[in-house]
């Protein structure tokens, strides 16, 4: 079967740093994505890597692995309005995108 | 605002009732996604159209959901007979295969929320 894993929740501080991390198992890989999502809103495209080491953009970074077939994204400089559920995503051999089921992230003053 | 737009952003019906939801894609793209998202869970795949033609439907959709895309360009997802347990989130994405900037983006629709009593 296809699974992605990543932790249900995370907190940390505003202004530090936090790593979410995922491991896939999936037919086929092209790709390891990473979505936002808040509260009520729609998921919002963050970062995509294709091949191995770190994508920076802007406060956030992604890193893939694919021998691990590991991935994580890194959130700088928290900042309250980070509050949300991030969520990454495999490109599987038929092209489709298989979701994680999220990570929570809670930021504390 | 991602250029994706749907509608109705809520609808709540009575068991059994059919409803249908309209997704509009950016215009130029052409991959556009059904998914269903509950609480606490990633978007659940239901469907997706390249240009016109349906592509792939998951195997845990049942018979009483369909979706067209005629002339590819908006999609309309219907729900009959619907049941408590498809009270849901349904997302719409698009995206452009092929596109420019190699970045896989889907862009998501605001979503229509589906409560069933």
């Known amino acids: 079967g296809q699974s992605l894993e990543q932790p249900s929740e995370v907190t940390a501080v505003e202004g530090a740093i936090v790593q979410i991390n995922c491991t896939y198992q999936?037919?086929?890989?092209?790709?390891l994505s990473w979505y936002q999502q808040h509260d009520g809103g729609a998921p919002t495209f963050l970062s995509y890597?294709?091949l191995d080491g770190l994508e920076e953009t802007g406060r956030f970074s992604s890193f893939l692995s694919r021998s691990d077939s590991y991935g994580y994204l890194l959130l700088q400089e928290l900042q309250m309005k980070d509050s949300a559920s991030y969520f990454c995503?495999?490109?599987?051999?038929?092209?489709?995108?298989?979701w994680g089921a999220g990570t929570k992230l809670i930021i504390k003053p | 605002d991602t250029g994706v737009s749907q509608d109705p952003r809520h609808k709540i019906t009575k068991r059994g009732q059919n409803v249908t939801f309209r997704c509009d894609p950016i215009?130029?793209?052409?991959?556009l996604y059904w998914y269903r998202q509950t609480l606490g869970q990633g978007p659940e795949f239901l469907t997706y159209?390249?240009?016109?033609?349906?592509?792939?439907k998951s195997r845990l959709l049942s018979d009483r959901f369909s979706a067209e895309r005629p002339k590819g360009s908006f999609s309309t997802l219907e729900i009959q007979r619907t049941e408590q347990g498809d009270s849901a989130m349904y997302l719409c994405?698009?995206?452009?295969?092929?596109?420019?900037?190699?970045?896989?983006?889907?862009?998501f629709g605001p979503g229509t929320r589906l409560t069933v009593l």
């Open positions: 994405a698009s995206e452009m295969l092929g596109g420019e900037g190699g970045t896989d983006t889907q862009y």
């Open positions: 215009s130029e793209h052409n991959r």
């Open positions: 999936t037919s086929g890989f092209y790709g």
């Open positions: 890597n294709a």
């Open positions: 995503a495999v490109r599987d051999e038929n092209y489709q995108l298989i």
């Open positions: 159209f390249q240009n016109e033609a349906q592509l792939e």
